[in-house]
């Protein structure tokens, strides 16, 4: 009898301490790994904003892993970024994306930002049923042809309204405007967008022009818009290296426009590069406040310096990125599965994701004929004396 | 419409006078050593890093920043020559495939240690002057300068100083030159060194007009090579002439044409000289 109380006493406490110690019978199982592709240019001209993609996708993965890993249909997956660089080329993204779907077997891809790659790769991937969570801005990147694609940014379809509409509020004596895009795929998009949005707010484009992307000579075309005498002059998303020399040549060779950016800068890097007597009055959106108390934004800038250095430059593709892989992870684990169509039916289910650059949507439909593109808040943004002022705010 | 004339002759000028700097070092290195040096815009771009590091970092002044780094590049400049070109000297080929290795090599080092973010080189002497209704920076007036004096500079070195002649005795027949006493290797290392200091110099001068960044060597280099085919390869009056006329051609071209045709205007020119002069403007035949 004894001996019997002490056997059971013993299985009780063995039982108990299995469950405390989070010990199994079984052998603990290995999480699954899980290859994300992230294509991106991390050489050229476009290294500036596709680091960004790498950084967020890293981030956003090392924390899931950190915790163990993410539940996917009953399973434990960590993840695995594998990078690919498609110098921002077209042949640089469909060389990337051909191994990254036939050697590395990944039925994932992040990225590009590149217009040029991405339209260069989008067979391919929608032929093989590969996940695309792309940021490159031509239009014919979303189409209802290509199912297996999204677009996790805004483009400028939908920040060229919110600027027009601004500048038409602030400075209502404008009534010309020239756009000045890279003369590549993204550039004539971007071009567009802004011609359309100025014409509906009354604002009429004299002209657009389309430098090759890395000019950094502005000289010869602002010489001849100047005697045209235009109100604004639109940046089509140069890069803020080349919209700060732009600013800074416009004030030079003394054109009255108002210089307005295309895409989100660092305004102390702008500052910098251009100066702070020269970038006085320069609008541009944003969507990504470095300098917000919320605690997902803080959090994230302290995982990013603490991995990439306190002096690392943050864009806002970083930001966007990051929000982008975690928009991924929470459609994995909806869709219970790995299967990319599965997830792709799952994301777009995804209703009001709370990311770092706040509530996230997808929509789209009236303007692509799918609703895969990511929809967000944004501010207008003025430079006034060498620092970032919000003007106001286009939800 | 004069005014927008003048302005763009002027901006022509001054962007060809950069070009000038950068086709220089490109083929004093040619008409010495024989090789297409395809690094001389990642050497352009150390030029312009070392100035910025200088200046940013020790608050050094831009003129003084712009000599040092001279210095420095010329130095690497004369490293990269006795390690990696000088024993492959006998193998045109090879040398056209390591040069072209350590543009790629630079280009991404660069990358990795400086990231891809473009830099203001800080100058002390911001601002525009206008003079007849013509606007000008004073950073653009300030390379084309430099510019100006360098060429002037290597002219009188290459015509008036022993150095110069000898460099010149290599040019012309190096065999000859090597009987003659000149020592050949000394004088690979002196047109090496001359040619980098002057990209670095151009990279320099460039920095604050258009900013410092990994990428800066690719579109310059691409315009060295347009202006020493034009001028003729080998030939210093031809690189001053070409590059001239390459800035103006592109300032024409943006200005009345469009942006587009900026770059396409410097490669029809070229190829219009090259059908009727094969070998460039000054161009000989050995």
């Known amino acids: ?395 | 419409m004069e005014l927008i004339f003048l302005q763009t002759c002027i901006n022509g000028l001054m962007l060809g006078s950069i070009y000038v700097l950068i086709a220089l070092g490109l083929t004093l290195i040619f008409s010495i050593m024989g090789i297409i040096n395809f690094a001389h815009g990642e050497i352009f771009m150390l030029g312009g890093f070392a100035t910025y590091f200088i200046g940013e970092y020790y608050g050094v002044n831009f003129f003084l920043s712009l000599i040092i780094s001279m210095m420095i590049v010329a130095t690497f400049g004369v490293l990269i020559e006795r390690i990696i070109f000088r024993p492959l000297r006998e193998d045109p080929l090879n040398l056209l495939v390591i040069s072209l290795g350590l543009a790629i090599v630079l280009q991404n080092l660069a990358l990795i240690f400086w990231g891809p973010e473009d830099r203001s080189i800080p100058v002390d002497f911001q601002g525009v002057i206008k003079i007849f209704g013509m606007m000008f920076s004073n950073e653009r007036l300030a390379a084309f300068i430099i510019s100006v004096t360098l060429v002037i500079g290597l002219y009188l070195f290459i015509g008036r100083t022993k150095a110069g002649k000898a460099l010149q005795a290599v040019a012309q027949d190096y065999e000859a030159a090597a009987l003659q006493g000149i020592n050949i290797n000394q004088m690979n290392a002196l047109a090496f060194g001359i040619g980098c200091a002057l990209a670095s110099a151009a990279g320099s001068a460039m920095g604050p007009v258009f900013l410092v960044s990994p990428f800066m060597g690719i579109m310059p280099v691409m315009k060295a090579f347009i202006v020493i085919m034009l001028g003729g390869l080998g030939s210093v009056i031809g690189s001053v002439v070409g590059g001239l006329i390459l800035g103006i051609a592109e300032s024409f071209g943006a200005t009345y044409l469009g942006s587009e045709f900026q770059n396409m205007v410097g490669f029809i020119i070229l190829m219009v000289i090259l059908i009727v002069k094969p070998l460039g403007l000054f161009g000989y035949r050995e």
Not at chain 1, 64 to 84: C, H, M, Q, R, T
Not at chain 1, 281 to 289: A, E, Q
């Open chain 1, 1 to 395: 009898m004894e001996s019997k109380k002490r056997l059971i006493l013993v299985i009780t406490f063995l039982f108990v301490l299995q469950f405390a110690l989070g010990l199994g019978l079984q052998p603990r199982a290995e999480a699954k790994e899980l290859k994300i592709a992230v294509i991106t240019a991390l050489s050229g001209a476009g290294a500036e904003w596709g680091r960004g993609v790498l950084h967020g996708a890293e981030l956003a993965a090392e924390e899931v892993n950190a915790k163990g890993g993410l539940n996917i249909g009953g399973e434990k997956y960590s993840f695995k970024i594998v990078a690919y660089d498609d110098k921002y080329t077209g042949a640089g993204g469909a060389a990337a994306a051909h191994k990254a779907i036939y050697e590395d077997k990944v039925n994932i891809i992040i990225g590009s930002i590149s217009s040029a790659s991405v339209l260069a790769f989008q067979d391919l991937t929608e032929k093989n049923k590969v996940l695309v969570l792309a940021n490159s801005w031509a239009r014919d990147v979303l189409k209802p042809e290509k199912p297996y694609s999204f677009r996790m940014f805004m483009s400028s379809t939908q920040l060229a309204p919110g600027i027009a509409q601004w500048v038409r509020k602030l400075y209502p004596d404008i009534k010309t405007a020239v756009t000045v895009a890279p003369n590549d795929a993204s550039g004539w998009s971007v071009a567009e967008d802004y011609v359309k949005s100025y014409e509906d707010a009354g604002i009429k484009v004299i002209s657009k022009e389309f430098p090759e992307r890395g000019t950094k000579d502005y000289y010869p075309m602002l010489n001849r818009i100047k005697a045209k005498n235009p109100g604004l002059i639109q940046d089509g998303a140069l890069g803020v290296g080349a919209v700060a020399i732009l600013t800074k040549q416009i004030r030079e060779l003394d054109l009255k426009a108002l210089p307005v950016g295309g895409a989100t800068i660092d305004p102390d890097l702008f500052v910098k590069l251009c100066g702070k007597k020269e970038a006085e009055g320069f609008i541009y959106p944003s969507i990504f406040d470095v300098n917000s108390k919320k605690p997902i934004v803080v959090n994230f800038l302290k995982s990013f310096k603490k991995k990439y250095g306190e002096k690392a430059t943050i864009t806002y593709v970083d930001p966007s990125f990051y929000d982008a892989t975690n928009l991924l992870f929470a459609a994995l684990e909806k869709a219970k599965s790995t299967d990319s169509t599965k997830v792709r039916d799952a994301l777009e289910t995804i209703r009001q994701f709370e990311g770092v650059n706040g509530k996230l949507e997808f929509g789209g439909k009236e303007t692509y004929g799918i609703d895969h593109q990511l929809y967000q808040s944004y501010y207008i943004a003025q430079i006034k004396d060498g620092r970032e002022t919000t003007l106001g705010w286009v939800r």
